[in-house]
């Protein structure tokens, strides 16, 4: 059953979707600017107001993957979780509200670490479950996760972290619109929905797939990720279930020909995780260091979770990008 929804991503730098970049990444941090025209609505029709009738076919041919959740020490979380929810409009308490887990699948030698807000709509394993349909190759363009709740259905990606708000089991669209905005950024040479490639040949295109997509090249390359996946996994592909596929054919299939040939095609289930960004620091709760400050002797502390890679894991560049808005149904 699926609910409408709706993504908002907000330009407007709003503290619970941005972070700061660790110092220790800023001298080979790649920095873009976002040229105007990437941001500006796309004055083309519709084929869809939402992406709601691929979900089915999503779900039955990307598989979960086997895993294993290990809630953190309470006393610990990672920078950029405690950033996130300690953003006092969104009245979060990150010493008590976020719980920090360690996602390991069985195809990653690298936990994801995600924070997992108690009152969210999935506990970790719903969120653990529905992340696993992501192949690992894609997958492996996410840093952290934090879920929390919302009154509407959202989500945004900021340098390859993901907040979701209120995201339920049925998602799987958003995850990969969300993943769409990580592979965009991080996963070629350049951006894919700012290079030249993604003008000419769009251009041709009639239509844009849904509403959304409409709204900038930025959000037609996340939306069109997911009419690409469709057309690599289902049988038949999106020809079968979309009479008028034609006229937006060359958005998907540039979104197909850049995952192959750039990215090693990155959203087929499967495929390896050689590739990790570096976790954020780990730091101490503030109501922890109080704690510590009183009766807790600093002996008695929990061992500090490891969050450093494995050996022969690639590091991926890290980036710091202007963050888009997005207002999606689905
Ligand atoms: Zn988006």
Not at 253 to 276: L, Y
Request: charged letters at 25%; glycine letters at 6%; hydrophobic letters at 35%.
């Amino acid at each position: 059953m699926y609910r409408p929804m709706t993504i908002a991503c907000s330009f407007s730098l709003l503290i619970v979707f941005t972070h700061a970049v660790p110092q220790e990444f800023r001298d080979q941090t790649i920095d873009r600017k976002t040229p105007e025209w990437a941001l500006k609505k796309i004055n083309k029709p519709a084929l869809r107001t939402g992406l709601e009738y691929l979900d089915k076919g999503l779900f039955e041919n990307l598989p979960t993957v086997a895993y294993e959740a290990k809630e953190w020490f309470q006393e610990y979380i990672p920078q950029w979780c405690l950033d996130q929810s300690s953003n006092k409009d969104n009245g979060f308490d990150p010493a008590k509200d976020i719980k920090v887990y360690d996602i390991r699948y069985t195809d990653c030698a690298m936990p994801w670490v995600v924070c997992i807000h108690n009152d969210s709509p999935m506990d970790i394993n719903g969120f653990a479950g529905l992340f696993s349909r992501i192949p690992v190759s894609s997958r492996s363009f996410v840093r952290h996760v934090l879920t929390v709740p919302g009154d509407s259905e959202a989500g945004a990606n900021t340098d390859g972290d993901i907040v979701f708000e209120n995201l339920s089991s049925d998602d799987v669209a958003t995850i990969i619109h969300e993943v769409g905005h990580s592979l965009d950024k991080f996963a070629y040479d350049e951006q894919l929905s700012f290079s030249s490639d993604w003008v000419d040949k769009t251009s041709k295109d009639k239509s844009v797939p849904n509403t959304y997509a409409g709204s900038s090249a930025i959000e037609d390359v996340a939306e069109s990720s997911i009419v690409a996946t469709y057309n690599m996994l289902v049988p038949g592909g999106f020809p079968k279930i979309e009479s008028r596929w034609v006229e937006v054919r060359n958005q998907y299939e540039t979104v197909q020909t850049w995952q192959r040939e750039k990215a090693n095609t990155v959203m087929r289930p499967g495929g390896s995780c050689r590739k990790r960004f570096k976790n954020s620091d780990t730091v101490e709760r503030p109501s922890t260091k109080r704690l510590l400050r009183g009766r807790w002797a600093p002996w008695r502390r929990s061992p500090k979770p490891g969050t450093s890679l494995p050996e022969g894991m690639e590091v991926i560049q890290p980036g710091h990008f202007e963050s888009g808005r997005c207002v999606r149904k689905h």
